[in-house]
């Protein structure tokens, strides 16, 4: 089966295709396929925005289509950046968004946080296939290490006793909230 990744987000995309490598016949980038597409996620759920990129997409190609949203949700507040993740601070400026992270959770005790990931994949006739992944974590007083993207180099995980920022890819791969989700999605099929 051929399956048209929904994301413009090219570090989401790498990780998609080395978690996913060897399951699918082919996995393409919307770049990969010539869809300009980048619709607006303003649902309320982490499923919802899956389900408006998935739907969008698939409006647009013959292939089955694989979406996800993610987010980072720390328990101090309330669950925030959940669905707002991507863009805390700002479209998608990854520093801002660390910035104000660390702002908001001056002087909190509780830095407990998990990031969760849904993922859909959607056949050519519409059908939709659901997986759902979580990491547990804290996020830390400063940022530690280059690696990844996004948050990273402020979450520590629990799993791997580091930062995903000091985490190598095949370290992050084996436990992220990513992983487990498209993990999760294979066995329902």
Not at 170 to 186: F, I, Y
């Amino acid at each position: 089966m051929d399956v048209v990744i929904a994301s413009n987000n090219e570090h989401k995309i790498k990780e998609i295709k080395q978690i996913l490598k060897d399951k699918f016949d082919n996995l393409y980038s919307l770049k990969e396929v010539n869809i300009n597409c980048d619709p607006e996620e303003n649902g309320l759920t982490f499923l919802d925005n899956a389900m408006i990129k998935a739907n969008a997409i698939g409006q647009l190609t013959d292939k089955a289509v694989l979406a996800d949203d993610t987010g980072l949700c720390v328990n101090a507040l309330n669950g925030m950046p959940g669905v707002h993740s991507a863009r805390y601070a700002g479209n998608h400026d990854h520093k801002a968004n660390r910035e104000k992270l660390l702002h908001e959770l001056d002087g909190k005790n509780d830095r407990t946080a998990y990031f969760a990931t849904v993922v859909v994949l959607r056949y050519p006739d519409g059908t939709k296939v659901v997986g759902e992944g979580r990491v547990d974590g804290r996020i830390l007083t400063a940022e530690d290490g280059e690696n990844g993207f996004g948050y990273d180099t402020l979450f520590f995980s629990d799993d791997l006793n580091k930062s995903f920022g000091t985490a190598t890819d095949d370290e992050k791969n084996s436990v992220s909230h990513r992983a487990r989700a498209l993990h999760d999605l294979l066995k329902k099929l």
